[in-house]
C-alpha cells in the first residue's frame, strides 16, 4: 500500500481511454469503482427501507411497546446523520480507504448482530451501529466522486445514483416483504450483512485515493474544522440550501403518503403502492432527461425553471390538489422529477466549489439534506386541515425561501 500512501495528486491520472478516472484503479477499473460507490448510497435506503414491512411484529415479538420499537427507525436515521459529520472530515485526515473499510466493517457487525438481537434493547444498539457505519460509508463515497472522477464525468454517476436512490426505496420495502413471507425478519439483516460484503470486496480492493500529500494534518479536532471551514464557504452553504430545500416537500410526502391515498382519497393499500411506485418510478426520468439533453444548460439559470416549477406545484397543490387523487398524484408526480433532477447536477456544482476538506464537504451535503428532509416529516404533522393542504403549504414555503437564496448564491463570488 505504500504506492497508495505516497504517490503525487494525480499520480495514476488517465489522460486517454474513456476519460473516466483521474486516479487509477488498478483492482477495482471504472466498472468496479463506480459499482462501489453505488451499492454504498444505497445501503442507507435498503437499510430503512426493507426493514419497515417487519416493524408491526416486534412489539409481540419483543413484548415490548411501540414507542421503543420505533427507536429501532429513528436511533438509525439519528445516528445515521452523526455518522455522515463525523467520519467525512476524518477521512480528511485518515485517508478514504480505512474509513470506508472500516465503515463497512462496522455496518456488517451491527446487522448480524441486529439478526441474532435477543432483546428490543439489543437491537435498537445494533441499529446505532450499523447506522454509524453507514454514515461513514455514504460520507466517503461522495468524496470518491470528486476524488477519483474528470469533473466532465461527474454528473453522468451522480445521475446514476440518484436513480437508483429513488428506485431502492421502492424495491426495498417489497423485497422486505418477500423475505418475511418465507422465513422470519431476522433474515433481512443478514441480507443487509450480504450487502455490506459485497461493498467490503469493493473497499479492500479499491486504491486510496487521497494522496498522503494533501491530507488534513493535526489531531482528529482539526480534521472535524474541516466542516466549519466548508461552512465558511457562503456560496457553497446557499447551493447546498437551496438543493437540500428540494427534499423538504418530498419527505414531507414520504411521511404521509400513506394516509393521503388510503385515509383521504379511499383508496386501498394495495393502490397506495402503484401510485408511490408510479411516482418514484417518473422521477427517475429527471436525471436521464437532463442528462440527455440538458448539457449545455447553465446549472445556475435552470435552476431557477426547477423553482418555478416547483412553486407552481405547490400553489396547484393547494388549490386543487383534494380535488382528485389523479390530480394529486399528477401534480406529486411534477414535484418528485423536479427534486430527483436537481439534485445530481447541484452535487456536482457543489463538489466543484468546494476548495479542499472534500470529506467534510461530502458529510455536509448529505447531512443537511437528510436534516431538512427530517424537518419536512416533522412539518407535515402540524395542524393543517389536511396532509393534501400540508404538503401543498411546505412545497410552497420550501420554494418561496429557495428563490431568493438561489438568486443571492447566483450573485456571490
Known amino acids: 500500500m505504500a504506492d497508495d500512501e505516497t504517490r503525487p495528486a494525480g499520480a495514476g491520472a488517465r489522460p486517454g481511454g474513456d476519460g473516466w478516472l483521474i ?33 408491526p411484529e ?27 459529520l463525523l467520519f467525512g472530515p476524518v477521512s480528511d485526515r485518515a485517508g478514504r480507504k480505512p474509513v470506508l473499510v472500516g465503515g463497512i466493517a462496522a455496518y456488517i457487525a451491527g446487522s448480524a448482530l441486529c439478526a441474532v438481537a435477543p432483546t428490543i434493547g439489543v437491537l435498537i444498539g445494533a441499529r446505532i451501529i450499523q ?6 460509508v455514504n ?10 472522477f474528470a469533473p466532465a464525468r461527474r454528473g453522468a ?9 429513488v428506485v431502492g426505496p421502492v424495491l ?13 425478519w431476522r433474515a433481512i439483516f443478514w441480507v443487509l450483512a450480504a450487502l455490506g460484503g459485497l461493498c467490503l470486496v469493493g473497499a479492500l480492493l479499491f486504491r486510496e485515493s487521497l494522496p498522503a500529500a494533501e491530507r488534513v494534518d493535526g489531531g482528529v479536532i482539526r480534521s472535524l474544522g474541516g466542516l466549519v471551514r466548508v461552512a465558511r464557504q457562503r ?15 418530498f419527505m414531507a410526502y414520504i411521511a404521509v403518503g400513506s394516509y393521503i391515498y388510503v385515509d383521504f382519497f379511499g383508496q386501498t393499500q394495495q393502490v397506495y403502492t402503484y401510485f408511490f411506485a408510479a411516482t418514484a418510478g417518473f422521477a427517475t426520468l429527471g436525471p436521464v432527461l437532463h442528462l440527455r439533453f440538458g448539457g449545455g444548460l447553465s446549472p445556475w439559470r435552470f435552476t431557477y425553471v426547477l423553482l418555478a416549477v416547483g412553486l407552481a406545484a405547490g400553489v396547484a397543490l393547494l388549490a386543487i390538489g383534494e380535488a382528485s387523487v389523479w390530480l394529486f398524484a399528477a401534480l406529486m408526480v411534477v414535484f418528485a422529477t423536479v427534486e430527483s433532477t436537481v439534485r445530481p447536477y447541484t452535487t456536482d456544482l457543489l463538489l466543484s466549489l468546494c476548495q479542499g476538506d472534500t470529506g467534510a464537504a461530502s458529510s455536509l451535503i448529505n447531512f443537511l439534506t437528510t436534516g431538512l428532509g427530517a424537518v419536512g416529516m416533522a412539518l407535515v404533522m402540524l395542524p393543517f386541515p389536511t ?27
Request: proline share 6%; aromatic share 10%.
Open 23 to 55: 486516479v487509477a484503479q488498478p483492482r477495482l477499473g471504472m466498472p468496479g469503482l463506480v459499482a462501489l460507490i453505488i451499492l454504498a448510497c444505497v445501503l442507507v435506503p435498503f437499510s430503512l427501507d426493507i426493514y419497515t414491512p417487519s416493524v
Open 58 to 84: 416486534k412489539p409481540a415479538y419483543f413484548h415490548t411497546t411501540e414507542a421503543l420499537v420505533n427507536l429501532t427507525i429513528m436511533g438509525f436515521f439519528v445516528f445515521y446523520a452523526v455518522g455522515l
Open 131 to 136: 447506522a454509524l457505519g453507514a454514515g461513514a
Open 139 to 148: 460520507a466517503v463515497a461522495m468524496a470518491l466522486v470528486k476524488d477519483c
Open 157 to 165: 454517476l451522480l445521475a446514476a445514483v440518484q436513480v437508483l436512490s
Open 172 to 184: 426495498a420495502p417489497l423485497l422486505g416483504g418477500i423475505i418475511i413471507q418465507f422465513t422470519t
Open 235 to 249: 456560496r457553497f452553504m446557499a447551493v447546498l440550501t437551496v438543493a437540500a430545500l428540494f427534499n423538504v416537500p
Open 387 to 413: 396532509f393534501v393542504a400540508g404538503v401543498g403549504a411546505i412545497t410552497v414555503g420550501s420554494m418561496a425561501v429557495a428563490l431568493p437564496l438561489w438568486a443571492l448564491a447566483c450573485r456571490m463570488r
